[in-house]
DNA sequence: ATTAATGTTCAGAA
DNA sequence: TTTCTGAACATTAA
């Protein structure tokens, strides 16, 4: 579930324990599992990261990036169950790989932070982030060069004409709505889901904008979504508290909550959910 | 036993 | 060229 909110969330959890500090050691945890997908391969990984030096650490669309004073960095994709933890895991067998890190000032001590993943699905990558970068469109949220901006937002549009719930998952449009908040940023916006991306008027993607800046800080302010599955949780092994905002997503049958009238429905396109108010966001 | 679940990426078809 | 579909990855819960 590790969208733009849950990563920034895991970033900010881990930035403390790790930033300033020297890797000791990279360890992969046993595991009964299959391996961790690491990028390159882990004897060559940790070979190259340790003894380096955590200069920043920051999220990128979806993916937590740790740079290392050499011009490494680590690239973290949780993609569906992968968590950053510095606290006692959710269970020990999911764990993947552990950060070593030296203690501050001339301790011996060392601080830990992990990568655990249920599923197994997520990557490591030790890489030049710039190349990553590429092949992703305009931060959703942020605030250097890389964040889109309204009339960016109406340009994005204007390039496919796919409907607009799909145009959003596509990372190369634009960076870092999942499947959850496309959802809530789309009831938020007013705007139908399966309106195509094109038929965007300037107004239209002007609220687009904004509603994504408005759903997206608010879930990050409530550290994400934890779904009924418990699967994300923060740094500290805590759920997130945004699923009890959530008006639509996973909530078919409900009354809208902001038109009062409406209820949700639930469709399916790209072969994923979509939930919305037919009400109050129209048809298309 | 079957189905669906927050993500990404690829192959192949329409 | 664009868009859509399905599969793959692996696990768990309903």
Redesign the pocket.
């Known amino acids: ?3 733009l909110p849950e990563v920034e969330t895991m970033v900010r959890g881990i930035r403390d324990a790790m930033t300033g500090r020297t890797l000791r050691e990279l360890r992969q945890c046993p595991c ?3 391996p961790l997908t690491l990028s390159p391969l882990f004897a060559e990984m940790a070979r190259r990261a340790k003894g380096q030096t955590v200069t920043a650490v920051r999220r990128v ?3 937590v990036v740790i740079d290392l004073s050499s011009s490494d960095s680590f690239v973290i ?5 992968g968590l950053m933890l510095i606290a006692d895991p959710p ?1 020990r ?2 764990l993947r790989l552990e950060w070593r890190m030296a203690g501050g000032g001339r301790t011996r001590q060392t601080k830990s932070v992990w990568f655990w993943d ?4 997520g990557v490591v990558r030790l890489c030049d982030p710039e190349e ?1 970068a590429r ?1 992703l469109g305009g931060e959703a949220l942020g605030k250097d060069a890389l964040l889109l901006t309204d009339s960016d937002w109406y340009e994005v549009c204007q ?5 607009i719930k ?1 145009a959003l ?1 596509d ?1 190369k449009l634009v ?1 870092g ?6 959802s809530e940023i789309l009831h938020e916006a007013r705007l139908s889901p399966v309106r ?3 038929k965007m008027t300037r107004e239209q993607a002007c609220r687009l904008q904004a509603a994504t800046r408005r759903i997206l800080l608010d879930a990050i302010q409530h550290e994400g ?1 934890t ?6 949780r923060n740094a500290l092994n805590q759920s997130g508290g945004y699923q009890n905002a959530h008006r639509v ?2 909530r078919e049958n409900e009354t809208c909550p902001t038109c009062q009238r409406g209820r949700v429905v ?1 469709i ?6 979509t939930f919305f108010c037919r009400r109050c966001q129209g048809r298309g």
């Open positions: 579930m590790p969208e009964s599992c299959r669309a979806k993916r994709e949780p993609r569906m169950t269970d067998e999911h249920r599923r197994g699905l990553l092949r390039r496919t004409a796919r409907p799909v998952l990372q960076a709505i999942g499947n959850l908040y496309a195509p991306a094109s979504s779904l009924g599955d418990g699967t994300y997503y996973d639930r399916v396109q790209a072969q994923r959910s």
